[in-house]
């Protein structure tokens, strides 16, 4: 069995690196890194546990404990079950009446009631979170909804927005500039830092698109 | 409470920031010169973590509305209370109706000034620091603007005058290793140490973005999404090197040349565009003596202040 990469970045943070085993697939890799990051969670170790692509990065409260990490982790990651996390499914009731909804159906092709079922077909994967909070990077787009970027981004991606950007779907939490192509909108809240949970999706959740209706 | 006569380029809220939440895509924010905060607070006995006025450039004027102390720290921005002179490192006694200006300074960035008792602002996901890309913490989530209202609690004693000097400055920037190393040739790992890089104007709270006239770093990797954090050094391919800062985003998908050290972050607060900055790499006890070297210039304080109360 290949083993991570496992690198101290500072003397409170450390990388596990899965990257270059994905052989069988990223999801299945992610879902060992979901799995990691919640058995870290157990621990009291950490500042922050931050999962992206295939890769896990440890924030430690105390320099002291970087040694005993270093060194524990590749086995820990070798003895973890990707199905150990228990994932929240999500119903994000989606209009579909995005500005660019015929654009990305002339892309392809594809008559509008083609892209709304090609979209909201899959159950999709949060992979991580980053980007701005609450933007979840989604793993499960059909390929036959890969649209390359806008060659020109928008100064303002309304917050809620359901858009393609390449491989990728995803919802903007907040008004941003973006370059990906508007398909929808959700009136459903993904960030309010208000809230005492303020992010409804967590890494490792899966989601659904369920079409309201089409027009405005 | 302290009104907003002219905010200058850029007046937020900030303290050491939000932790915990990385994960759900959250930065960082907070005082890009943590030590200036903590030196500042210390000099008034506030907790460490109390909220501060963070003052870009200057151009910056301020009316207090009761009275306070406050300790002014960071850049020299040519401050004045009520049009005589005032210096980053004291503290000053404030009556009410009294206005504090900064206009701009020849080296330097960014001011702290913290108050007695501290800002007064809600606590936002364990923080007051305004996260001014995503908008909340702070006041409304917005960096200050003229009219704008700052509470603080009145404090009316008056208190000894009492300074402390800033840390050293370095010239050369301490750098943990890369976790690239191997992706990078080592034309590119050597031209970052032998490089002296220009501070670009394009430089904000997110990043400080590097340019080198000499030597060419330009590269053709991308990788699969990684966490970045404040310190974590960017390579992206058109070789222009970007130290990340607190308003950050969490992750990114350039490789790394390494992360700046704890004891040395502090000071990209107070880069401004054309500084030249060159870097060295350290191992990882250099860097923990230049932190122990630092939390035991700030101990040294602690005890003096203590002594003198």
Redesign the interface.
Known sequence: MQNPHVYALSNNSLLLDASHLSTSGTLSIQKKIWSLANHCKKDNSFIDIVPAMNSLTLYLKQDIELAKWLEQLPAIWNNIKPNEFVAKHHKIKTHYNGADLNYVANFHSLSIDDVINLHSEPQYAVLFLGFQPGFAYLNGLNKQLFTPRRSEPRLKVPRGSVAIGAEQTAIYPADSPGGWHIIGRTDIPLFDATQKSPCLIQPGDTLEFIPVSVGI | MIKVIKSGPLLSIQDFGR?????????QSGSLDPYAQTIANCLLNNDKNAAVLEVTVGLCELAFECNTVIALFGADLNATLDEKPIYPGWTYNIKQKQVLKFSTGRAGLRAYIAVKGGIQSPV??NSKAT?L?????GLN?KSLIAGDTIKITPYQSECTQCGALMPPKRKIVRV?PS?HAQLFSKQIINGFTQSSFKVSHNSNRMGVRLQSDNYSLTHSHS?????V?P??IQLPPNGEPIVLLNDA?????YP?LG?V??ADLHQFAQYRPLDTIEFEYVT?KQ??QA?QKLDGHLNQLKIALKSKR
Do not use: C, W
């Open positions: 932790n915990g939440y990385r994960h759900l895509g959250v930065s936002v996901m996260d890309n995503a908008g909340f913490g989530g943990y976790p990788l699969p999404s990684l966490a954090s310190g974590s985003q969490t992750t990114g998908g790394l992360t050290i704890e990882f860097a923990l932190k």
